[in-house]
């Protein structure tokens, strides 16, 4: 069974720093390339960044470029996300997702990132 | 990157159709054939229904059918369910390995 793990997320002041991981399990991890999706209390879905299979080509939105890293280790079936300069408006539920086609065909549960002080 | 846009609701009573709009731009919707569309009960992961416009994950009902017409694409549930009372995202493939999602369309079944 596909399974994606997200862990990381909690309070963090603004101008602070974290580091998101996903596990996963159940397929082939190094053969799909992965994104990072969140979504803010009560708001839509916001795609944040996404990696190859190599992790050679990565990816992000405008409102995070020089701010978050995405990156996996193949040979540990994990993605990462380092954030750094948080903002209140980084606040959101973040998703790890599989990609394939264009599309995100698996997602995890999401973990919670809240940037306040 | 601005966000595709949707209507923020659609609703249905059992058994008739809802279709969901989803428009963008020659760079996102109407330039690839890269759409998808997600259906998300609340506080749950969003669930893949469609990809690549037209095609249906394995167990995904046929009730779900996708389209596109230039920028727009858009989200067909027939047979209206109280099960299918969700938030629905359309998604697409913006180039350059960027996505960008749709804003968002609450369905109720009346």
């Known amino acids: 069974e596909v399974q994606l793990v997200e862990s990381g997320g909690e309070l963090v002041q603004p101008g602070g720093s974290l580091r998101l991981s996903c596990a996963a399990s159940?397929?082939?991890?190094?053969?799909?390339?992965m994104s990072w999706v969140r979504q803010a209390p009560g708001k839509g879905l916001e795609w944040v960044a996404d990696?190859?299979?190599?992790?050679?080509?990565?990816s992000y939105v405008n409102s995070v470029k020089g701010r978050f890293t995405i990156s996996r280790d193949n040979a540990k079936n994990s993605m990462f996300l380092q954030m750094s300069s948080l903002r209140a408006e980084d606040s959101a539920v973040y998703f790890c997702?599989?990609?394939?086609?264009?599309?995100?065909?698996?997602w995890g549960q999401g973990t919670l990132v809240t940037v306040s002080s | 990157q601005s966000a595709l846009t949707q209507p923020p609701s659609a609703s249905g009573s059992p058994g008739q159709s809802v279709t969901i709009s989803c428009t963008g731009t020659?760079?996102?919707?109407?330039?690839?054939?890269?759409v998808s569309w997600y259906q998300q009960n609340p506080g749950k992961a969003p669930k893949l229904l469609i990809y690549?416009?037209?095609k249906r994950p394995s167990g995904v009902p046929d009730r779900f059918s996708g389209s596109k017409s230039g920028n727009t694409a858009s989200l067909t549930v027939s047979g209206l369910q109280a099960e299918d009372e969700a938030d629905f995202y359309c998604?697409?493939?913006?180039?350059?390995?960027?996505?960008?999602f749709g804003t968002g369309t609450k369905v109720a079944v009346l």
């Open positions: 997702a599989r990609g394939i086609s264009g599309s995100f065909d698996r």
């Open positions: 159940g397929f082939t991890f190094g053969d799909y390339r």
């Open positions: 990696i190859r299979q190599g992790a050679g080509e990565k």
């Open positions: 020659s760079s996102d919707v109407g330039g690839h054939n890269y």
């Open positions: 690549e416009v037209t």
């Open positions: 998604c697409s493939y913006a180039g350059s390995n960027t996505y960008v």
